[in-house]
């Protein structure tokens, strides 16, 4: 007998049909003598359709009712879920955010997760309840409803499995595991039977939305071992774990893309010390985190300096560069979208030379031109035109070796 927390993604709830398909997994789980601890997203597209609806009625909506109105998607699953199992002859109880006391910080819609009060879930679990919790939601000191950023279900299943001490973490999702690239993107992905946190913590960040970033952190920092696998049929899916020997010793182990982000150029800054700060310093006051840095010299003591930021913090990002353009006597701003990142990822990176130059040379073959680039230990990034993402992927994808032999 074991302690299993499981949870469901948006389109394995996404309408009655796929919820009952739901319900009988779980009492599968339930039958064989598991405890079990469910936790659910929104049906597929409701948190969206929320978004369009609070932009409907305000130009900038207030962050914390936008709060209190995104996390019904996750209230009306639970309920449908709980009512099912009941119909079904066995006891469930819906739990929202608040009463399976999930505290946050009072960061509106992108709250971080300070502790969870696991003695309302192991008293349920005790009377032999199955116990079905909201995802993506808590609540802050004040007692305020909080989200947790989009994708925030994986971290409300990781986190509650740390908290209970769970055997076993499973992601359901609509994909049967993590892939070598997103595999609606490219048909040559290959699925990994196991990857290391610290490789998924990159894909994450990269932009690969199957598990939250904060969920791998969560279950880097708590050991817990995430299971992501289909919850459409029964195939076992992707282990999420801590290195060790046996896993697969690929240079590179993925690629990724992220479109989510714009980019903004100040033109002609001052080239003197002191200036990056004077750039940074006030984009960090307004929480705004900066991704990829480009700075090129020109001559009579000028820089461009190129950054971007997340879609959603570009026109916060740009209105405080043109405050600051002005102050530093930077000559101009200039804004854009259009753009995609595509990164490389693989902890074998740590001791090869030549990764680097590989993936220019694949992009540089197909004529895509490279913008921006970072690295760290174990990934590179290369921002180029958005146009060219699906075609970068695909072919780093193969210049790497990853394509798979069907
Ligand atoms: P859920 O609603 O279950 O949380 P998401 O849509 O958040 O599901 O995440 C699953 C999606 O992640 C897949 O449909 C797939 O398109 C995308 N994805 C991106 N990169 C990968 C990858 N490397 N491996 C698997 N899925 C990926
Ligand atoms: N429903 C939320 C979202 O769409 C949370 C989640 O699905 O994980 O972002
Ligand atoms: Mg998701």
Redesign the pocket.
């Known amino acids: 007998m074991a302690l299993i927390v499981q949870k469901y993604?948006?389109?394995?709830v996404g309408d009655i049909q796929r919820i009952r398909k739901v319900a009988e997994r779980v009492v599968r789980t339930y039958d064989k003598g598991n405890d079990v601890v469910i936790i659910l997203?929104a049906m597929?597209g409701v948190t969206d359709e929320l978004v369009r609806l609070a932009n409907e009625a305000s130009p900038s909506p207030d962050k914390r009712e936008l709060d209190v109105l995104l996390s019904t998607g996750e209230q009306t699953t639970v309920a449908l879920l709980a009512m099912i199992l009941r119909s079904m002859g066995y006891n469930a109880t819906s739990l929202l955010g608040f009463q399976a006391d999930i505290r946050t910080d009072a960061q509106a819609c992108s709250a971080r997760i300070l502790s969870i009060g696991a003695d309302r879930i192991h008293d349920l679990i005790k009377k032999h309840q199955i116990v079905v919790v909201a995802g993506f939601q808590g609540h802050d000191e004040n007692g305020n409803i909080t989200t947790l950023g989009r994708?925030g279900?994986?971290t409300s299943a990781v986190a509650i499995a740390a908290a209970i001490n769970a055997d076993s973490c499973e992601i359901y999702?609509?994909?049967d595991?993590?892939?070598?690239?997103?595999?609606?993107l490219c048909d040559k992905?290959r699925k990994l039977a196991r990857i290391s946190y610290d490789e998924m913590l990159e894909?994450s960040s990269l932009g690969?939305?199957?598990l939250q970033i904060r969920s791998v952190e969560f279950a880097k920092k708590y050991n817990v071992p995430v299971h992501v696998r289909s919850s459409f049929n029964e195939e076992e899916g992707t282990m999420v774990v801590n290195e060790d020997a046996e896993m697969e010793r690929l240079v590179v182990s993925?690629v990724?893309c992220n479109k989510d982000e714009a980019r903004i150029t100040l033109k002609k800054v001052p080239d003197q010390p002191g200036i990056s700060a004077n750039i940074f310093s006030p984009l960090a006051d307004a929480k705004i985190q900066v991704d990829m840095i480009i700075q090129n010299t020109r001559t009579g003591g000028e820089t461009d300096l190129t950054f971007t930021v997340a879609k959603g913090d570009f026109k916060r990002a740009a209105e405080i560069s043109r405050k600051v353009a002005k102050e530093i006597g930077a000559v101009d701003v200039l804004t854009g979208d259009g753009i995609a990142k595509v990164s490389v990822v693989g902890v074998g990176m740590k001791n090869h030379s030549g990764v680097a130059a590989t993936m220019f040379s694949a992009l540089a073959k197909e004529n895509i031109n490279i913008r921006l680039i970072s690295t760290s230990e174990i990934r590179i990034s290369c921002m180029i035109e958005e146009k060219y993402a699906e075609l970068a992927v695909r072919v780093l994808h193969s210049a790497f070796g990853l394509d798979s032999e069907s």
Do not use: E, F, L, Q
Request: charged share 15%.
């Open positions: 993604g948006g389109t394995s997203s597929a994708g279900s994986d999702t609509d994909v595991g993590i892939y070598t690239t997103d595999p609606n992905a894909m690969t939305k199957v993925g990724t």
